[in-house]
């Protein structure tokens, strides 16, 4: 007697089955990661500029919008997060007086991060006010802040 051995079109069709259950969940899934990671890049970048003009506020008594500058006239720091994919920039408010500040970090078009339709936009100011928008200006503050 003859064992048969190999696999029947039944058992194919349920392992193709599986394999198509697993990629429909990993792949949502590792575009939400990949965007969490996007959007935790912005927030660190901002993050370190909120640490450097408060360190220039105590050396200087004001804050400075000379992101690229080198001490003691700027902060140091460069125009993009660590991968490239946001373009950072510090505005100064207040008057003359220079007793404010504002961090923002815009997606860089054909980052990585260019296609998260919902966060499009950070900002960080000197109080630690976060905001977030979209592509339509809408605040989109608390999804993109987690």
Do not use: K
């Not at 700027?74 to 408010?93: D, I, K």
């Amino acid at each position: 007697m003859r064992v048969a051995t190999g696999v029947t079109l039944v058992e194919l069709a349920i392992g193709l089955v599986v394999v198509a259950v697993i990629v429909a969940i990993a792949i949502p899934v590792h575009r939400v990661h990949r965007l969490r990671s996007a959007r935790h890049e912005a927030i660190n970048a901002l993050q370190h500029i909120q640490t450097a003009e408060e360190g220039f506020f105590v050396a200087h008594d004001r804050y400075t919008a000379a992101l690229t500058a080198q001490p003691p006239l700027g902060l140091g720091l460069t125009e993009r997060s660590a991968s490239g994919r946001y373009q950072l920039s510090v505005e100064v408010s207040d008057g003359g007086n220079l007793l404010g500040f504002a961090a923002r970090a815009h997606v860089r078009p054909g980052s990585a991060a260019a296609d998260d339709p919902i966060c499009r936009s950070f900002s960080l100011d000197q109080n630690g006010l976060r905001s977030a928008r979209d592509d339509a200006g809408h605040d989109e503050t608390t999804e993109c802040w987690r």
